[in-house]
């Protein structure tokens, strides 16, 4: 029983053995648009409020919330967007973004502050984000006995490389 009704695409014939347990550059693959936003929201959601902390801040205006930048870059992750100045730009132009926003816009050092402060929540959520793909898509049954923490493990292994992508991404646009 799954907790969110996503339907996957068509399972890869290479996503077998070791395959099964990679992620694609852009979830979209797998999953429709609109349903890799109900795995960021899911994701983010299963979150403990507390961890978010005190309303930090983020942007100009005190609704930029931690919550929704959180959410707004395990969006934008999943699909391969990792330039937090890429993500700005974005967000001005795609109805999804302006809805994960809720018309806050935020900078693309917001995005990068928010990032390095919160990067083990990050990392959390994309984890989550992972997991249930992994799942959803039919690669991994919904539990394996005494596999649960191998599975985590991976998956927190894949968020912290989608991360990475995205610093390099960021000083690759500083070093223009």
């Known amino acids: 029983m799954t907790l969110i009704e996503v339907q996957p695409k068509t399972v890869p014939a290479a996503a077998t053995g070791r395959r099964a347990m990679e992620f694609p550059d852009d979830l979209r693959a797998w999953f ?3 349903d890799v936003l109900v795995l960021a929201l899911a994701a983010v959601g299963e979150v403990d ?3 978010f902390g005190a309303r930090g801040d983020f942007g100009r205006d005190p609704r930029c919330s931690a919550p929704m ?3 707004l870059l395990t969006y934008c992750y999943a699909l391969g967007r990792y330039a937090s100045e890429e993500i700005e730009g974005a967000v001005g132009h795609d109805p999804v973004l302006r809805y994960l926003c809720a018309h806050q816009y935020p900078t693309w050092q ?3 502050r928010f990032r390095r402060v919160h990067r083990p929540l990050l990392s959390a959520c994309l984890a989550r984000l992972i997991r249930r793909t992994w799942t959803e898509h039919g690669l991994i ?3 394996l ?5 191998l599975m985590a493990m991976r998956a927190v ?3 912290e490389e989608l991360l990475e992508r995205a610093v390099l991404a960021d000083m690759m ?3 223009v």
């Open 157 to 159: 292994g894949v968020a």
């Open 69 to 71: 930048l959180c959410t």
């Open 141 to 143: 049954p919904p539990a």
């Open 145 to 149: 006995d005494g596999a649960d923490d």
């Open 32 to 34: 429709a648009a609109e």
């Open 173 to 175: 646009a500083a070093d």
């Open 49 to 51: 409020p507390a961890l």
């Open 110 to 112: 917001v995005l990068r």
